[in-house]
Protein backbone atom coordinates (compact mmCIF):
# COMPACT_ATOMS: atom_id res chain seq x y z
CA UNK A 1 0.00 0.00 0.00
CA UNK A 2 1.23 3.39 -0.42
CA UNK A 3 -0.34 6.46 1.17
CA UNK A 4 0.10 9.64 -0.43
CA UNK A 5 -0.41 13.47 1.82
CA UNK A 6 -1.12 16.69 -0.52
CA UNK A 7 -0.50 20.29 1.05
CA UNK A 8 0.01 23.57 -0.26
CA UNK A 9 -3.19 23.89 -1.72
CA UNK A 10 -5.44 27.70 -1.30
CA UNK A 11 -7.04 30.65 -2.90
CA UNK A 12 -4.45 33.39 -4.41
CA UNK A 13 -5.36 35.88 -7.02
CA UNK A 14 -4.82 35.73 -10.59
CA UNK A 15 -1.52 35.69 -11.68
CA UNK A 16 -0.45 34.61 -8.40
CA UNK A 17 1.60 31.80 -7.68
CA UNK A 18 1.27 28.54 -5.06
CA UNK A 19 3.46 25.41 -4.53
CA UNK A 20 1.62 21.68 -3.88
CA UNK A 21 3.69 19.14 -2.12
CA UNK A 22 2.80 15.23 -2.27
CA UNK A 23 4.44 13.04 0.64
CA UNK A 24 4.57 9.36 -0.41
CA UNK A 25 5.01 6.40 1.44
CA UNK A 26 4.63 2.64 2.11
CA UNK A 27 5.78 0.39 -0.39
CA UNK A 28 6.85 1.92 -3.37
CA UNK A 29 8.57 0.22 -6.49
CA UNK A 30 11.91 0.94 -8.21
CA UNK A 31 10.36 2.64 -11.43
CA UNK A 32 7.49 4.60 -10.72
CA UNK A 33 5.23 8.03 -11.83
CA UNK A 34 4.36 10.41 -9.38
CA UNK A 35 1.88 13.24 -10.89
CA UNK A 36 -0.52 15.95 -10.32
CA UNK A 37 -4.32 15.74 -11.82
CA UNK A 38 -7.04 18.22 -11.05
CA UNK A 39 -10.91 17.95 -11.02
CA UNK A 40 -12.79 21.07 -11.52
CA UNK A 41 -16.79 20.68 -10.64
CA UNK A 42 -18.56 19.51 -13.19
CA UNK A 43 -15.52 17.94 -14.95
CA UNK A 44 -13.15 15.50 -15.33
CA UNK A 45 -9.84 14.65 -13.47
CA UNK A 46 -7.22 15.75 -16.25
CA UNK A 47 -3.56 14.85 -15.74
CA UNK A 48 -1.78 18.13 -15.38
CA UNK A 49 2.07 17.07 -15.09
CA UNK A 50 3.78 13.77 -14.98
CA UNK A 51 7.42 13.07 -13.42
CA UNK A 52 9.06 9.32 -13.70
CA UNK A 53 11.39 7.72 -10.89
CA UNK A 54 14.04 8.63 -13.84
CA UNK A 55 13.01 12.22 -13.73
CA UNK A 56 10.93 12.08 -17.35
CA UNK A 57 8.28 15.10 -17.42
CA UNK A 58 5.57 15.64 -19.43
CA UNK A 59 3.13 18.33 -19.02
CA UNK A 60 -0.62 19.16 -20.02
CA UNK A 61 -0.92 21.89 -22.58
CA UNK A 62 -2.71 24.34 -20.42
CA UNK A 63 -0.26 24.85 -18.16
CA UNK A 64 3.01 24.52 -19.70
CA UNK A 65 5.27 27.70 -19.47
CA UNK A 66 3.38 28.18 -16.20
CA UNK A 67 3.83 24.93 -13.90
CA UNK A 68 6.55 23.39 -12.79
CA UNK A 69 6.71 19.59 -11.34
CA UNK A 70 9.82 18.14 -9.66
CA UNK A 71 10.52 15.36 -7.44
CA UNK A 72 13.34 14.94 -4.77
CA UNK A 73 12.94 10.95 -3.76
CA UNK A 74 9.58 10.38 -2.77
CA UNK A 75 8.45 13.73 -2.64
CA UNK A 76 6.96 15.62 -5.78
CA UNK A 77 6.09 19.54 -5.92
CA UNK A 78 4.06 21.70 -8.36
CA UNK A 79 5.14 25.34 -8.83
CA UNK A 80 2.25 26.69 -10.07
CA UNK A 81 2.81 30.31 -11.11
CA UNK A 82 0.72 32.85 -13.34
CA UNK A 83 -2.42 31.31 -12.23
CA UNK A 84 -5.97 31.62 -13.77
CA UNK A 85 -8.87 31.43 -12.55
CA UNK A 86 -9.61 28.85 -15.04
CA UNK A 87 -6.28 26.20 -12.77
CA UNK A 88 -9.29 26.26 -9.86
CA UNK A 89 -10.06 22.82 -9.54
CA UNK A 90 -9.09 20.16 -6.68
CA UNK A 91 -5.76 18.96 -6.99
CA UNK A 92 -4.61 15.18 -6.62
CA UNK A 93 -1.40 13.70 -6.19
CA UNK A 94 -1.23 10.30 -7.75
CA UNK A 95 1.70 7.57 -7.96
CA UNK A 96 1.88 4.64 -9.95
CA UNK A 97 3.76 1.64 -9.13
CA UNK A 98 5.03 0.08 -12.12
CA UNK A 99 6.47 -3.31 -12.41
CA UNK A 100 6.12 -6.52 -15.21
CA UNK A 101 2.44 -7.09 -14.00
CA UNK A 102 1.22 -3.99 -14.52
CA UNK A 103 0.65 -0.66 -12.82
CA UNK A 104 -0.76 -0.19 -9.75
CA UNK A 105 -2.27 3.65 -8.68
CA UNK A 106 -2.31 5.59 -5.90
CA UNK A 107 -4.74 8.89 -4.91
CA UNK A 108 -4.09 11.53 -2.53
CA UNK A 109 -6.96 13.04 -0.34
CA UNK A 110 -7.03 16.08 -2.45
CA UNK A 111 -5.97 19.87 -1.99
CA UNK A 112 -8.22 22.98 -2.88
CA UNK A 113 -6.77 25.59 -5.24
CA UNK A 114 -9.18 28.69 -6.24
CA UNK A 115 -8.06 31.68 -8.37
CA UNK A 116 -9.92 34.49 -7.70
CA UNK A 117 -9.95 37.00 -10.88
Known amino acids: QVQLVESGGGLVQSGGSLRLSCAASGTIFTFNVMGWYRQAPGKQRELVAG?????SMNYADSVKGRFTISRDKNMTYLQMNNLKPEDTAVYYCNLQNVNHRGTLAYWGQGTQVTVSS
Open 51 to 55: ITSGG
